[in-house]
């Protein structure tokens, strides 16, 4: 019997996951809610082509440090949750953690908490993939928070395919070797409203830890889970026996009455890093807490550790950003210096002989090769990792070790991520008073990027300390300053090693505080500044530092710690900003801000760096260097080039009063328009697109289009007083027909509208233009709003097209495979809306 949820619990998993989003949104320690850099709940809408036609499925993807802060209050823990109108149609595993990961986790805890029995599987180590049916036959493959249509053919195409993707054939491949196909699977998996949840292992496509050769490579199938809100997931002798029908494979796994039982059967495991004659990542443990199915993990720490060492390692020495040498690469690793230096040396030897090898390596394909003959190569078999370890402890590579580290000589890269006004260079400026090797360098005092960098890398000669001074306030910004300062340092300081630190002033709690303060000191310091002339034009200079905070990316970190400490290490940090080796977080909340902030980076580099600043600085250095850095007075003037205000689309403005009195009245029955209302989702301004640029592409007609607008609305004269992510209304005026309400149920609202007339100025009158403005929109129309964040306004064209481009459409119910529509017929005109061009 299928069991795709549709019942209340269904609905109340929809509100739940509704207000806990609105939740975390609200309780944002956040400037405003276009400020970046925060971490959110993520709901996303996937395009799916079905028997039936297309579909959306919508994915709900929790932060993963909501699992471990906000586990408790979690409408669902499902890591990887897919849902349609009707209910759930995938449903990954509970979030799982692994032993003493969290206190919930704690060895005794589980001992007190858990009842048996207890199942070990294999944690097999791949591309996890789920499998479901829909009511129609259609197979839905998705990887962890991903679905949608095949893009290209596999057989002709040379991008690389996601992992949906690759299941998506692999599956077919296992099915037809069957004799069956994704339709039979689909109906087996709805009919019990299942998701198969599988690992795709196969070295061919992805390598990760574990090999996984052409004899044992395939989908293994570890995982049958009912499409409910509660985890609810079958026994592994049922997955055994789906395994056994339907062509996946198994795996092991072994069944223990206690809890002491499943801990012995592990631990021996874990201390050769093998099982059954087969090295893998450790074991999946399935059991019961309040009566309810729970998992648990137990990763071996070795050798997987050292492997995922190697395998990191290789891509950080050999990608083209940023460029390193060893020496830095082995700064990034606290563990096992010695054995990653003669690997790292071996993988140098082997690349230079085999330069596609090392293609191949960036695209995850020979790195268990790669591993392999450096063992060999030491007399180890590719299945002795635990032995390998012992050759950290080998003389002659802690003498090869030494060596390195005594001809490197190692300098100092502190950078900012700032906002105008904070102090960055005043505080940088202090800092580099202190001692004659330490130096300043401001971006602001050069004329181009190439001028800036060579200045930075020739500071190194001389220098063991360098503050860069630039804002960073974006992290590709962050990342472009540490990749060209090594691909610089790569030509003409080889034997140097730079350790970067950063400097985030957008720590402050009290953000709005801090931008006060940060407004204060700009009007302050007037035109005292290369670029930002704030007692010549102030309102530029607020633009700048208000555009600035709404683009501001805050460093991340990887934990679920919600509040950057003082100091953290590069490797607890997400993404880019992982290449600091250290990063110091300041507040900018005190009048004296720039004197306090560059004693705490002192301290701090003290704690961190000992033999780079050894010694306390007495107090009347920090007043002879705050004074000097106090009247400093910059000699260069940067010429800022403006605005680029490129047209992103052509539109008309609609009044909006008038429409939404009429809609009260027409759809006060309609739950679609009451969702819109209640939910605050009717659009704040109402307009018809005329031509966007995506419509260009591929498109010489559109194109023809777009240039004949951008002549009606004079682009060169409007652009001048544009202003970039705003619309700038132009004498330009229209009469509209609005032809008809369509309400898209549950999901959006738009009027289908038309130009009948337009007008322009002369001499004081506004007077007709003989003929009609080309569009390139196929029905013209406005948004009047939608039901979800995620449901996007321009998707209003793509359910008009689907409604009207077979013809006419009468009032009344129309029921397409994907969605209901109710048309309403309005009858009305609206005279002199003004036109407008929205630039970016």
Known sequence: ????????????????????????????????????????????????????????????????????????????????????????VVRGYDKFFNIDELPMVKKDVLESELTGPFTAATKENGCIMFFAGLQDGTLLVCSKNLTGDLESDPSTSQRKLKHYEQGMVAIQKQLHALGKDTTDLARALYDEGLTAVAELCDDSYEEHVVAYPPEIAGFYLHGLNRNTKTFQTLQMSEVDDFAEKWGFKKVDYTTFDTFQGVMAHMTAAADSGKYNGREIEGFVIRCKRDSKDFFFKYKFEQPYYLYRQFREATFKLFADQPKRNIREVLALFPKFKRVTLAYLEFAQAYFAENPSAKDEFANNIGIIKLRKLFMESLGYREDQGIELLREDLNETLATRLELLLSSTRTVYCVSTIAFPGCGKTTTCMILANLFSNWTHIQNDNFPNAKAFYTEIINSFLENDVVFVDR????????????????????????????KHVGLNFMRSNDQLRALEIAKERILLRGDNHQSVKAATSEVQALALLRDTAKQFERPQLKSEEDE????????????YDSAYTLLINLDVDDDHLSLVNAQIIYEQLRIHFPQLASQPVIEQSWTAAYERAMAYKPTFEKKKSLPSRKPAYYGILVERQALVSHLDNVLSESPTWQAICQKNRVQAQFHITLAHEFSLKGSPENREIWTSLGRFFEIAKTKKTARPGERTPIKMFADLKIEKIVVIENTLIALKASPIKYYKPEEGELVPVPHLLPYTNKHLHITIGTCHPAIKPMESNTYLCQLFDEGPVRAGVRKHSNFTAHVYDWDEIMEKQQCFIFFQ
């Open 1 to 88: 019997m299928n069991t795709i949820d549709s019942t209340n619990e269904f609905k109340t998993l929809l509100a739940d996951l509704e207000l806990f989003l609105n939740t975390l949104r609200s309780s944002e320690k956040v400037v405003d809610s276009s400020v970046k850099g925060q971490r959110r709940v993520t709901h996303k809408r996937y395009k799916v082509t079905t028997l039936s036609g297309p579909v959306h499925i919508d994915n709900w993807k929790f932060p993963e440090f909501d699992f471990a802060r906000k586990y408790d209050s979690m409408p669902c823990h499902a890591r990887g949750l897919f849902t349609m109108p009707e209910g759930i």
């Open 471 to 498: 804002m960073n306030y974006r992290l590709n910004y962050r990342h472009e300053l540490v990749s060209s300062i090594s691909q610089y340092r790569a030509s003409s300081l080889p034997d140097v090693e730079i």
């Open 564 to 575: 950057l400490p003082v100091a953290c290490l590069g490797s607890q940090l997400r993404g």
